[in-house]
Structures are given as structure tokens and as C-alpha cells.
């Protein structure tokens, strides 16, 4: 069955970096254009990056541009998302999917950003 599993979360200060990863099974990868989403407390599920099947392309949402960078390496089925310059606004529960989220959801990984 297809398994979605995210990782690399926690507590991290103002301006600070975290390296989130997304190990995938249960489908083939490599075919999937993906993405990461995140969803505040009392807010919709937003997605902040999306990447090629090839990795050669990446697109980011506004608020996370120039800080954020997406990257996979599909011989190990895993994506990940490079956090800088973090702030208190990026705090939310991080979640990976395909591009369409094709797939059921994971159980995500907390991101708390605080002084």
C-alpha cells in the first residue's frame, strides 16, 4: 500500500533551517510530480513547493520563495525540503503528496518556529 512518511520536524528559533524528508513506497515515484504542503492551526492546506518527476523543475508559493528548496532523489523514493530563514509564520504540520495529492495523507512532521 502506498505509504507517505514525513520526518526532520521540531522546534527551531527565528532564522533558523530544518531539512524536512518524505520517504515514499507503495507507487512509483520516479512517475509523480511532487510536492509539499503545510497547514497552520485554523487554516487550509496550502502547497508551498512542487517538484518534476525529474527534479529538473521546481516551483515555490510566494511566502516560502528564496527560502525554501525542494529536491528528491528517486533512486531511494525521498524528497526533501530545505527550511532557511524560518519565522514564526512557517509554523504549521508539513506534509508531502504528489503534485495532486494523489495519495491519502501521511501523518506529517510538526515544524515550530519560536523565540
Known amino acids: 500500500q502506498v505509504q507517505l512518511v514525513e520526518s526532520g520536524g521540531g522546534l527551531v528559533q527565528p532564522g533558523g533551517s530544518l531539512r524536512l524528508s518524505c520517504a515514499a513506497s507503495?507507487?512509483?515515484?520516479?512517475?509523480?510530480?511532487m510536492a509539499w504542503f503545510r497547514q497552520a492551526p485554523w487554516k487550509e492546506r496550502e502547497r508551498v513547493a512542487w517538484i518534476t518527476r525529474d527534479g529538473f523543475m521546481t516551483y515555490y508559493a510566494d511566502s516560502v520563495k528564496g527560502r525554501f528548496t525542494i529536491s528528491r532523489y528517486n533512486p531511494q523514493n525521498t524528497m526533501y525540503l530545505q527550511m532557511n530563514g524560518l519565522s514564526p509564520e512557517d509554523t504549521a504540520l508539513y506534509y508531502c503528496n504528489t503534485w495532486n495529492q494523489r495519495w491519502s495523507w501521511g501523518q506529517g512532521t510538526q515544524v515550530t518556529v519560536s523565540a
Open positions: 507503495g507507487f512509483t515515484f520516479s512517475t509523480y510530480n
